[in-house]
């Protein structure tokens, strides 16, 4: 890597992961490098150069294969890019396709840019999608736009701040739902897109679920996009007044309508998000989600600022509070997808920003910041075991089977956005240092478990 483009990464440094696929492990450098790598020998399979890091673009998410095609996605949305997704054949690299999440003037959505604004609008997709084998579809929500400022780029924005569902092999899209037509507050819509079958209206629909940075979960029909449902799910909520089935856009409250005048005002939640990035889990048995929620505003005033390439062009001013004791900023919550509900939910302080898991036994895991691995019951959040790892936690815990024998892992490694915007003096106690630790669970006793055969 070259040290200049440490100086300009947005965001930290940063790899979400990598995709194994016959033999080979497919993986995204921050410098926006895509390789495959010979998983018996470590040599290089192929590798290609996705963008340039000197305009401002980084590659920091997981890649994702659907139907024999390798897809990735780009970083630096806030750098006055033009996000974007490409297509590749897994096996030489040839790139097949780019999708550009900022529509020209002459495609699909193009009118819904003033002048040449898309050439820098955002709409990063730094987080993998996710793939239905069944309707041949690949979900990939879509970032911000750029910069933060609404006011410097009039129109909906397309196809920023929207789930798009694309054709894996051309890169088509089949549909897409604008979650927030010109974001000003940084919102995102790339959070993870989870699959599950819901009964809605008494019919058993196959959908969508996001939790949004912005508060709503929305509920969508994974053929068509068609939105179903779209509930606030935390308990402050300032940017708008509510969803409009109808047309399924945002109502922008009075106060956001107000501070887009260079007012400057209290917005929640803040651009953190009601959830950041950290993956929900579902479950099939409960029909809840289990997520690390957030109840963090921000004092928000829009500024004009001139672009420059490969500098971060947010033209907007920001701040977090300071915490305040007996006022928890996190919470792990069961939500209702369908309606918002907080079926129950545990104080978490700090806030937590690692993942959650949902398991058919009857538990939730996830890691704190703290670095402790935690248990609760999935029925009402009681704390039923926790372990101490080296170093805090800001990653999902997975589970796996080997050989009949069930086993948990998680990765643990202070760092992130909120120990950079959400400083907490339980931090000073936590070690640095990257590790990974491995759980196995014991099956229930029997006598021949007590005692097995030598």
Same mark, same amino acid.
């Given at each position: 890597?070259?040290?200049?483009?440490? %100086?300009?990464?947005?965001?930290? $440094?940063?790899?979400?992961? *990598?995709?194994?696929?016959?033999?080979?492990?497919?993986?995204?450098?921050?410098?926006?490098?895509?390789?495959?790598?010979?998983?018996?020998?470590?040599?290089?399979?192929?590798?290609?150069?996705?963008?340039?890091?000197?305009?401002?673009?980084?590659?920091?998410?997981?890649?994702?294969?659907?139907?024999?095609?390798?897809?990735?996605?780009?970083?630096?949305?806030?750098?006055?890019?033009?996000?974007?997704?490409?297509?590749?054949?897994?096996?030489?690299?040839?790139?097949?396709?780019? $999708?550009?999440?900022?529509?020209?003037?002459?495609?699909?959505?193009?009118? #819904?840019?003033?002048?040449?604004?898309?050439?820098?609008?955002?709409?990063?997709?730094?987080?993998?999608?996710?793939?239905? &084998?069944?309707?041949?579809?690949?979900?990939?929500?879509?970032?911000?736009?750029?910069?933060?400022?609404?006011?410097?780029?009039?129109?909906?924005?397309?196809?920023?701040?929207?789930?798009?569902?694309? %054709?894996?092999?051309?890169?088509?899209?089949?549909?897409?739902?604008?979650?927030?037509?010109?974001?000003?507050?940084?919102?995102?819509?790339?959070?993870?897109?989870?699959?599950?079958?819901?009964?809605?209206? @008494?019919? #058993?629909?196959?959908?969508?679920?996001?939790?949004?940075?912005?508060?709503?979960?929305?509920?969508?029909?994974?053929?068509?996009?068609?939105?179903?449902? *779209?509930?606030?799910?935390?308990?402050?909520?300032?940017?708008?007044? @509510?969803?409009?089935?109808?047309?399924?856009?945002?109502?922008?409250?009075?106060?956001?309508?107000?501070?887009?005048?260079?007012?400057?005002?209290?917005?929640?939640?803040?651009?953190?998000?009601?959830?950041?990035? /950290?993956?929900?889990?579902?479950?099939?048995?409960?029909?809840?989600?289990?997520?690390?929620?957030?109840?963090?505003?921000?004092?928000?005033?829009?500024?004009?600022?001139?672009?420059?390439?490969?500098? /971060?062009?947010?033209?907007?001013?920001?701040?977090?509070?300071?915490?305040? &004791? @007996?006022?928890?900023?996190?919470?792990?919550?069961?939500?209702?997808?369908?309606?918002?509900?907080?079926?129950?939910?545990?104080?978490?302080?700090?806030?937590?920003?690692?993942?959650?898991?949902?398991?058919?036994?009857?538990?939730?895991?996830?890691?704190?910041?703290?670095?402790?691995?935690?248990?609760?019951?999935?029925?009402?959040?009681?704390?039923?075991?926790?372990?101490?790892? &080296?170093?805090?936690?800001? =990653?999902?815990?997975?589970?796996?089977?080997?050989? @009949?024998?069930?086993?948990? =892992?998680?990765?643990?490694?202070?760092?992130?956005?909120?120990?950079?915007?959400?400083?907490? &003096?339980?931090?000073?106690?936590?070690?640095?240092?990257? #590790?990974?630790?491995?759980?196995?669970? $014991?099956?229930?006793?029997?006598?021949?478990?007590?005692?097995?055969?030598?």
């Amino acid at each position: 890597y070259s040290k200049k483009m440490f %100086r300009m990464v947005c965001c930290g $440094f940063i790899n979400r992961g *990598a995709v194994i696929f016959d033999g080979k492990l497919y993986r995204q450098t921050l410098d926006n490098r895509v390789m495959a790598i010979d998983m018996q020998n470590g040599e290089t399979v192929w590798t290609q150069t996705a963008s340039d890091w000197q305009d401002g673009y980084t590659m920091t998410g997981t890649p994702l294969l659907a139907n024999g095609v390798l897809i990735t996605g780009t970083a630096g949305g806030d750098m006055g890019t033009r996000g974007f997704l490409d297509g590749w054949d897994p096996q030489t690299g040839e790139k097949l396709w780019r $999708f550009w999440t900022t529509a020209a003037p002459d495609q699909p959505g193009g009118d #819904s840019w003033e002048g040449d604004t898309y050439l820098r609008g955002g709409g990063a997709t730094w987080l993998s999608g996710s793939y239905d &084998p069944e309707l041949n579809l690949v979900y990939w929500g879509i970032g911000n736009p750029g910069p933060w400022n609404a006011n410097m780029r009039p129109g909906d924005n397309l196809f920023t701040d929207t789930i798009v569902a694309l %054709r894996p092999e051309t890169g088509e899209i089949i549909w897409h739902y604008q979650v927030i037509p010109n974001d000003t507050y940084d919102y995102d819509s790339v959070n993870e897109l989870i699959h599950a079958t819901l009964t809605i209206d @008494g019919n #058993s629909r196959k959908v969508i679920i996001q939790a949004n940075r912005n508060g709503y979960v929305y509920v969508l029909d994974r053929a068509t996009g068609e939105l179903l449902r *779209a509930s606030q799910f935390v308990d402050k909520l300032t940017w708008a007044d @509510g969803i409009d089935m109808e047309t399924g856009r945002p109502i922008r409250s009075a106060a956001t309508i107000e501070n887009l005048t260079g007012v400057e005002k209290t917005v929640w939640p803040s651009n953190i998000g009601g959830k950041n990035w /950290a993956p929900a889990s579902f479950s099939p048995e409960t029909d809840l989600l289990y997520l690390n929620g957030l109840e963090i505003s921000m004092q928000f005033k829009p500024v004009v600022m001139a672009w420059r390439k490969g500098t /971060a062009y947010a033209a907007a001013e920001f701040a977090f509070p300071e915490p305040v &004791p @007996g006022e928890p900023m996190g919470y792990l919550r069961a939500v209702d997808p369908l309606s918002g509900k907080r079926v129950w939910q545990v104080p978490v302080d700090p806030p937590a920003n690692g993942g959650t898991l949902a398991t058919a036994g009857g538990l939730i895991f996830t890691g704190l910041q703290t670095g402790e691995l935690a248990a609760y019951d999935i029925d009402d959040g009681k704390l039923l075991w926790e372990y101490q790892t &080296p170093s805090g936690i800001i =990653a999902p815990p997975v589970t796996y089977e080997l050989d @009949g024998e069930q086993y948990v =892992a998680i990765q643990s490694g202070i760092g992130g956005l909120f120990s950079w915007f959400l400083p907490n &003096p339980k931090f000073a106690t936590v070690t640095k240092g990257a #590790s990974i630790t491995v759980f196995k669970l $014991f099956k229930p006793w029997s006598a021949d478990t007590a005692h097995p055969a030598q």
